[in-house]
């Protein structure tokens, strides 16, 4: 029987290429504001993790792999950040993460052994300017992980991918000329930024049982980044 995946976003960047590497061998779900990429054998609900409630969807009653996708790049000096700021990061990438989790644990715990994986930035790990506010948020997404993995295990298993800069439409500001692409690439010891596909790729593992003996884990993928110094 197959296994019963459910993406909160998923509809382009890297949750797409999440649902795309599983959907032949899961069910696949994504819940999110657009479908931009429908494909056969996915199932898509519409919607919204800031105000929707995700009980109202008709979902699977064992859910046995879980990411959420939502979140932002808000790249500012600290100076020009208002307090506001701070608080629509939290919202999106930590409070409607935890909503989502808390209404959806039966399903998690009929499922019996479920994944989920949420993301996180390698700015948490290695202070960064301008990233105060995004580095806040998902730092309360890394802490959050572990103390769920802990009190679950081990009825289900928690981790988090700590990418650095991905080419997704959520950087396109960042890498919108291949001067840019370069530039930022050449910051990292193996001399690219990643791609949609290199996260997919640890994701898609973290939710399959060829890694049903790691949980609490908070794993770079990166260019190496976060551990290397090359200079």
């Known amino acids: 029987m197959k296994k019963n995946i459910l993406l909160i976003g998923g509809s382009y960047g890297i949750g797409n290429e999440i649902a795309n590497l599983l959907k032949d061998s899961h069910n696949v779900h994504i819940a999110s504001r657009s479908n931009e990429n429908p494909s056969e054998g996915i199932t898509h609900y519409f919607f919204d ?5 995700i009980l109202d969807l008709e979902l699977p009653e064992e859910i046995h792999g879980f990411v959420y996708c939502p979140g932002s790049i808000n790249l500012k000096p600290f100076k020009m950040l208002r307090p506001e700021n701070f608080e629509e990061d939290m919202q999106l990438n930590f409070f409607s993460l935890v909503k989502v989790i808390q ?13 989920l994986v949420f993301f996180s930035t390698v700015a948490v790990k290695t202070g960064m300017p301008f990233h105060t506010s995004i580095a806040a948020s ?7 992980a572990k103390a769920l993995a802990a009190e679950y295990a081990p009825s289900f298993r928690v981790n988090v991918i700590a990418p650095s800069l991905t080419d997704t439409p959520l950087a396109s500001k960042l890498l919108n000329n291949e001067d840019k692409i370069v530039k930022m690439g050449d910051r990292h010891p193996l001399k690219r930024v990643g791609t949609a596909k290199d996260i997919a790729a640890m994701a898609t593992f973290l939710l399959t049982d060829q890694s049903s003996w790691i949980t609490g884990q908070i794993l770079g993928v990166d260019g190496g980044i976060s551990t290397l110094n090359l200079q």
Request: aromatic share 8%; hydrophobic share 40%; no cysteine.
């Open 49 to 53: 993790a800031l105000t929707d409630n």
């Open 138 to 144: 998902k730092g309360a997404i890394e802490g959050f």
């Open 103 to 115: 209404q959806l644990l039966p399903k998690f715990k009929a499922a019996g052994s479920s994944s």
